[in-house]
């Protein structure tokens, strides 16, 4: 109901246009969990993402990681210096994307990476590319259970 009358030419051209496989249904009656369309349905919206940008960030995989999401996922992304995420409210993002780079630890100081572990506590995704990983599995950060093991 509701539905549009080019709905199946829509869902052809953006199937296409995605490489999404679109399987027909006869019935949007369920035998468990809520029908498609039903109040109990849950919508789900693109996050808000920021992007690390700046130093210590890698300039090309801040600029790639921005080009794909924007042009390749068409997700709107909002570029944050890194100096400034000590004192951002991060409130309105789900999403922090710190690229690969230097020293995120030198560049957030404590009190950065304390400010980022509450957002993500408070429900925050932070993902972290290349060497920003090694924040998160800093024993000091705790953003992440797992340790860098020594390879020796």
Known sequence: AGAPAD??????????????????IADSWVFDGPSFGSDG????????????WDEPTSPTAAGAT????EREFDLP???????????????????LILPDGGNY??????????????WVQRGGTLVTLGRASRLMADEDADLLASRRQDPS
Do not use: C, K, M, W
């Not at 030419?9 to 399987?23: F, I, K, S, W």
């Not at 992304?77 to 999403?95: C, E, I, K, N, P």
């Not at 630890?105 to 509450?118: H, T």
């Open 7 to 24: 709905l199946d030419q829509r869902l052809q051209t953006l199937a296409a246009q995605t490489g999404a496989r679109v399987t027909g």
């Open 41 to 52: 349905a849950v919508l789900v919206r693109a996050p808000n993402i920021a992007l690390a």
């Open 66 to 69: 921005r080009y794909i999401l």
């Open 77 to 95: 992304v909002t570029v944050v210096r890194t100096s400034s995420l000590t004192s951002a409210d991060l409130s309105h993002f789900q999403v």
């Open 105 to 118: 630890e030198n560049a957030l100081g404590s009190s950065g990476v304390a400010s980022l572990r509450g």
